[in-house]
């Protein structure tokens, strides 16, 4: 159990396979979703300042690159590449990047839920480190296997979260003010009810101020 709220200055991120050849394996999620929630995950990641490990097969194999809209999200974040272990641990580069981020918490996402992401969680937790599996920023080939992994990971200690939770406890509150535009505007660019109502309200207080004829 998370002794205490995550935060910006004692967690990294690690995102794990977020691969255009996934699109068309997983169901758990729509594509729409898994998109916007791990682009809202990277630039979270920027805002705060937080340690970012992103890690993918190569371009050439049967999975791909990165969604573009991630790579796009991600800037100068370099990529670790690995040559097909499952479990991301098994390949120095990728350990060597986590440890080099001097954070023993980590807030993970990955596809799939119950390979990639499943495999390297629980080698993370029996390594010392405390995870926070990011789960709408993850899916599975079904609802079902998406669910199971998620039951096995919190069996072994790994702590299920969603990029909003990770948003807001990074931001503690409106009166960080360093952070509260970005965090706000990171709501309205990847939360739609929240943008809907931010319309809203914008255009109620439009026409009340205008003078009635």
């Keep these: 159990m998370a002794r205490q709220h995550v935060s910006g200055e004692d967690s990294a991120i690690v995102l794990v396979d977020h691969a255009v050849g996934f699109a068309n394996l997983y169901r758990s999620h729509t594509v729409g979703e898994n998109i916007n929630n791990v682009v809202a995950l990277a630039e979270l990641a920027k805002v705060y300042s937080v340690p970012l490990v992103v890690t993918n097969g190569p371009d050439e ?3 791909g690159p990165l969604y573009p809209a991630l790579q796009q999200a991600l800037g100068d974040t ?3 590449v ?5 479990d991301c641990f098994d390949e120095p580069q990728f350990a060597a990047a986590v ?6 918490r980590l807030v993970m996402a990955g596809l799939m839920t119950e390979g990639c992401l499943l495999q390297t969680a629980l080698t993370a937790v029996s390594l010392g480190y405390e995870v926070f599996a990011v789960l709408d920023a993850s899916a599975g080939e079904t609802p ?5 992994a998620i039951q096995r990971m919190i069996q072994a200690g790994v702590i299920p979260t969603t990029w909003l939770s990770i948003a ?7 009166a960080n003010e360093a952070t509260a535009a970005s965090f706000g505007k990171l709501i309205f660019d990847h939360v739609g009810p929240f943008a809907a109502q931010g319309a809203l309200t ?4 439009k026409h009340a101020a205008q003078p009635s004829s």
């Design 82 to 86: 690995r040559s097909g272990a499952f």
């Design 168 to 174: 807001s406890e990074y931001q503690r509150t409106w």
């Design 78 to 80: 370099k990529t670790v």
């Design 99 to 104: 440890e080099a981020t001097g954070r023993r």
């Design 61 to 63: 194999a049967p999975t």
């Design 202 to 205: 914008a255009n109620v207080q």
């Design 144 to 148: 079902e296997t998406h669910q199971l």
